[in-house]
Structures are given as C-alpha cells and as structure tokens.
C-alpha cells in the first residue's frame, strides 16, 4: 500500500458547497457532446496515457471479461481491449445515456459490437450475476457514486476470486507547490475553460469540489479493504494529479 497519507486539509473546502452526487448522470448528458474533447483539452491529453497505465494493472490470464462501472463514453473498455491481446470481451453501465450512446457510436465505428456491449445501470446495484468478470474498472466515476462502500462491494461481488478491480480517480499532490499550482489550475482555470467549452456553467466546478472532497491515498485504500479487498496498492501519476488503485479478490 502507499504508505503517504491523505494529508487533504479540509479546511481549505469550508464554505465550499459540495454538489449532490445525484445530479451527475444528467450533468453528463448535458456535456455528453464535448465530453471527450474536454477530457483531452483539460488534461493536456494526460488523461490517455493514465487510461493506458491500467493495461499495467491487469490480472494474469487470457480471455479476461472486463465490466467498465460508470464507462461514459466507453473510453476504458476501447483502451483495454485495444491494448491488450488478453481483454476478450467487456461491458460497461452509465446512467448517463447520451454518454451511452456516444459510447456506442465509437464501438460500432471500430467494429467491436460483438465484443463490447453498453447498457444503462448504476454502480450500486449492478446488473450482473455474482462472480462474471475478470476485471472491474471505474476512471473518474468513483467519486460521483453516491454511496461509495456499496459502490466498490458491487464491483468486488461481480469479480471471479482471482479478479482485479482497477480504480483511476482524481487525487492531490503530495508536494506542497505543485498542489497549490495544481488546485490554482483546478479552482479557478478548468472551471472557466470547461464551461466555455461545454456550455455548461455547473459541471466543471461540480468537478474540483468533488475531488477537493473525495477521500484518496491511505484513506480510499482503506475503503477498499473494507469491501472485501486483499493485496490493496496504488500507482501515483503525474507528481499525484491522479491515482490507480489496485485490489484483488481472494
């Protein structure tokens, strides 16, 4: 496990209102339609190369079926089973359904239709028996789950003994100078970029106040073990811009 702990200062979020994690499958299909160009415009194009960093992370085995949980635009799913000769097939669930749909649009343009499916669903009560994936993943969704413990037992219910669940998510620099660089970037710049963008004045502060708020490093690993989790670790990336939380059912 990482041993850094999650040093976040609370104190620099009072009076900052937290936005309801309720209102986020709309959000999404209100940006549906910039979601992707967003992705690549806010990151610096760094949030590819964190989606790569999971083929990494994949359990042993050939023939593993993945389940993307809040999958968006699919962009998970089209990594791992692009990158990967050892990805057979996946799912993924949004309740987001203009997201779905573009989702969809980029499966059938790449003519993957017969591996990879999209369907609505919520990461709290997943449409699927127990113990049928290889693999869960959830990238930038786990914080929009509202009840986050039951969110991750769902993803560890649905994983075969043996399985890997793969979390990227939001997280904050450890040092001092590049976090304070970094959330003068967040709180005031992304916001107004993304609304230009998106047309969509709420959906890049709901951002930052949601990361600013979300538990990471020692504290997500520990949520993690509380559902179920053996061998819990993460891979930092990009000086803590973003983490990989890695944890395995025995």
């Known amino acids: 496990m990482n041993t850094r702990e999650n040093s976040h200062n609370r104190s620099t979020n009072l009076g900052r209102d937290i936005p309801s994690r309720d209102e986020a499958p709309a959000m999404f299909d209100r940006i549906a339609h910039r ?4 992705n690549r415009v806010l990151s610096g194009g760094r949030d590819v190369i964190w989606r790569h960093r999971l083929l990494r992370h ?23 089973i692009n990158g990967s000769p050892r990805v057979h097939s996946g799912a993924g669930v949004d309740l987001a359904d203009r997201m779905l749909q573009i989702g969809r649009r980029k499966i059938a343009e790449r003519g993957l239709g017969h591996r990879l499916t999209l369907q609505h669903g919520d990461a709290q009560d997943l449409p699927f ?4 994936f290889e693999i869960t993943t959830i990238a930038f969704g786990i914080r929009n789950v509202p009840d986050v413990p039951r969110g991750l037992a769902e993803m560890f219910r649905v994983l075969k003994p043996g399985g890997r669940a793969l979390i990227l998510e939001f997280s904050l620099p450890a040092n001092r100078l590049v976090r304070r660089l970094y959330l003068l970037y967040f709180r005031y710049v992304l916001p107004r970029l993304g609304a230009m963008v998106s047309g969509d004045n709420f959906a890049y502060s709901y951002l930052n106040k949601t990361v600013e708020t979300f538990p990471y490093g020692d504290q997500f690993c520990r ?7 053996a061998n819990v670790r993460s891979d930092v990336l990009t000086f803590g811009i973003a983490t990989i939380y890695i944890g395995e059912k025995q």
């Open 35 to 38: 979601y992707d160009l967003l």
């Open 58 to 80: 994949l359990p042993p085995g050939r023939d593993l079926q993945v389940l993307d949980v809040a999958t968006g635009t699919a962009d998970v799913l089209l990594t791992l």
């Open 129 to 132: 028996e127990d113990e049928r």
């Open 223 to 229: 949520l993690m073990h509380e559902a179920g989790f």
